[in-house]
T-cell receptor
């Protein structure tokens, strides 16, 4: 059974710090990886996609992928209180079309 | 480009009733997936439709069904509602192809269903 594991948190960081969110996946055939942000009472919003090993940067966000370790991470630089949300990690394999989602990590950025 | 839309946004039903939820995907997207989200269970996959055919199915009872129309719009139906069906129902659209980029899913705002 395909699984995506995340620490539920909450992860609490001060404003301006780097928040580091981590995720592991069980299916070695996974080829697509996604990070979603979900505010309380709202739907998930896709913030990053990564498909190859290494880092991918987009503004204050950096996604890191290590397929050998089956590990994905999301770094948020200069964290803001508006970044406080639940972050969902997802992985998809070529034959499935449907991402498997983790349960999410709650991030709290305090002033 | 317009995003994914879902109607209605809120629903209140009583046990035993049935409900139909609607989803319009992003233009050009042929895959529509449905999820149930509850605080205790997280995001649970219901089913996926691609080109009017159910292509993937999660582990939900037969009371949950869906369909997709030729314009890629999709509906989800829940019959004989139970109290445990109270949840946020999310629709997500994607290109639906085999390429990795096609796996990106974009979610609608959801329908909040309350069963009394």
């Amino acid at each position: 059974q395909k699984e995506v594991e995340q620490n539920s948190g909450p992860l609490s960081v001060p404003e301006g710090a780097i928040a580091s969110l981590n995720c592991t996946y069980s299916d070695r055939g996974s080829q697509s990886f996604f990070w979603y942000r979900q505010y309380s009472g709202k739907s998930p919003e896709l913030i990053m996609s990564i498909y190859s090993n290494g880092d991918k940067e987009d503004g204050r966000f950096t996604a890191q992928l290590n397929k050998a370790s089956q590990y994905v991470s999301l770094l948020i630089r200069d964290s803001q209180p508006s970044d406080s949300a639940t972050y969902l990690c997802a992985a998809a394999s070529g034959g499935s079309y449907i991402p498997t989602f983790g349960r999410g990590t709650s991030l709290i950025v305090h002033p | 480009k317009a995003g994914v839309t879902q109607t209605p946004r809120y629903l209140i039903k009583t046990r035993g009733q049935q409900v139909t939820l609607s989803c319009s995907p992003i233009s050009g997207h042929r895959s529509v997936s449905w999820y149930q989200q509850t605080p205790g269970q997280g995001l649970q996959f219901l089913f996926e439709y691609f080109s009017e055919t159910q292509r993937n199915k999660g582990n939900f009872p037969g009371r949950f069904s869906g369909r997709q129309f030729s314009n890629s719009r999709s509906e989800m139906n829940v019959s004989t509602l139970e109290l445990g069906d109270s949840a946020l129902y999310l629709c997500a659209s994607s290109l639906g192809g085999a390429l990795a980029l096609s796996h990106e899913q974009f979610f609608g705002p959801g329908t909040r269903l309350t069963v009394l």
